[in-house]
């Protein structure tokens, strides 16, 4: 294999990555002296790359973060309710963003908040974030979500149907045309004119779970922007519970876990543990 191969097909660096990296001075070393990336490896060979240090002038907000896990190249934090990823209109200086930004400052590094993916403002759940190109482009997640539905479900199925913006709307999405979005389900429990679901997304488009379990008839508790009641729940009743983080590039292969949000907790008291549920994983989607 030529550098240029290992790099982009063992280690994952996506093609901006890789071209950036190799035009930074030293930033890529082949036992010990600038290389090419049309050099041929051996076997033996030791191949290093130095990232560029980033900086970022984000204003920070002092909060504290519930910190799962931190290395020097990632971040994974459980974020909550309410909080949106990326400052917006109303929200301009108390986004994770900005949280992530004092707490960087805190400990001493300076580097870009690059979240692996996005969580709606009132979605709770674990969040990734990358602390440097490197760890954005190589990583792969696999990642499952737990919500409680309103009506009875049962068994395990697929929602393969497109999602667009609602005419007039700049927020609301509907399904039935647009680009296409699936969604996996499996029913773990019901009580109470409710079922609490584990789903897994195959696409990642806005709103996606909230608008296909919508469609079928099923819109999420807490959710009045597509129908469901905030009787019980004044949000929707959706959180991020399990994440597989791999980035073979720089050695990581771990899974997280985290519980439901202490409010749908309240509002639906007979859910059973994520903890108990992942032991089974019967779900499984492809590293993304």
């Known amino acids: 294999m030529t550098v240029q191969?290992?790099?982009?097909?063992?280690?994952?660096?996506?093609?901006?990555?890789?071209?950036?990296?190799?035009?930074?001075?030293?930033?890529?070393?082949?036992?010990?002296?600038?290389?090419?990336?049309?050099?041929?490896?051996?076997?033996?060979?030791?191949?290093?790359?130095?990232?560029?240090?980033?900086?970022?002038?984000?204003?920070?907000?002092?909060?504290?973060?519930?910190?799962?896990?931190?290395?020097?190249?990632?971040?994974?934090?459980?974020?909550?309710?309410?909080?949106p990823v990326h400052p917006s209109p109303g929200h301009d200086r108390d986004s994770v963003l900005n949280a992530a930004a004092f707490h960087y400052r805190e400990h001493g590094e300076s580097c870009s908040f690059r979240p692996l993916y996005r969580l709606d403002k009132d979605t709770s759940g674990i969040l990734p974030a990358g602390k440097n190109r490197l760890a954005v482009s190589g990583a792969q997640i696999e990642k499952r979500y737990y919500a409680v539905?309103?009506?009875?479900?049962?068994?395990?199925?697929?929602?393969?149907?497109?999602?667009?913006?609602?005419?007039?709307?700049?927020?609301?999405?509907?399904?039935?045309?647009?680009?296409?979005?699936?969604?996996?389900?499996?029913?773990l429990e019901s009580y109470d004119g409710h079922t609490f679901l584990r789903l897994c997304l195959e696409t990642g488009r806005t709103h996606q779970i909230r608008v296909h379990l919508s469609h079928i008839g099923h819109p999420l508790a807490g959710d009045d922007l597509y129908g469901g009641s905030r009787e019980k729940l004044s949000r929707q009743a959706l959180h991020c519970g399990f994440l597989r983080l791999c980035c073979p590039a720089l050695s990581v292969n771990r899974s997280f876990t985290l519980e439901m949000s202490s409010d749908i907790r309240k509002a639906f008291p007979w859910l059973p543990a994520i903890s108990q549920k992942e032991e089974k994983e019967e779900i499984r989607c492809p590293l993304v």
Not at 57 to 63: F, H, N, Q
Not at 151 to 179: F, M, V, W, Y
Request: aromatic share 8%; hydrophobic share 40%.
């Open 149 to 187: 539905c309103e009506g009875i479900l049962s068994g395990n199925g697929t929602i393969d149907l497109p999602i667009t913006l609602a005419p007039g709307s700049k927020i609301q999405r509907r399904a039935g045309e647009g680009e296409r979005a699936v969604t996996h389900w499996e029913a």
């Open 5 to 83: 191969q290992y790099a982009r097909g063992v280690l994952g660096f996506s093609a901006s990555v890789f071209i950036a990296q190799k035009y930074l001075p030293d930033g890529m070393l082949l036992n010990g002296s600038p290389c090419r990336s049309i050099d041929l490896l051996s076997k033996g060979d030791l191949l290093e790359f130095f990232l560029p240090e980033e900086s970022s002038d984000y204003p920070a907000l002092e909060k504290e973060l519930l910190v799962l896990w931190e290395s020097e190249d990632y971040l994974v934090i459980g974020k909550e309710a309410g909080m």
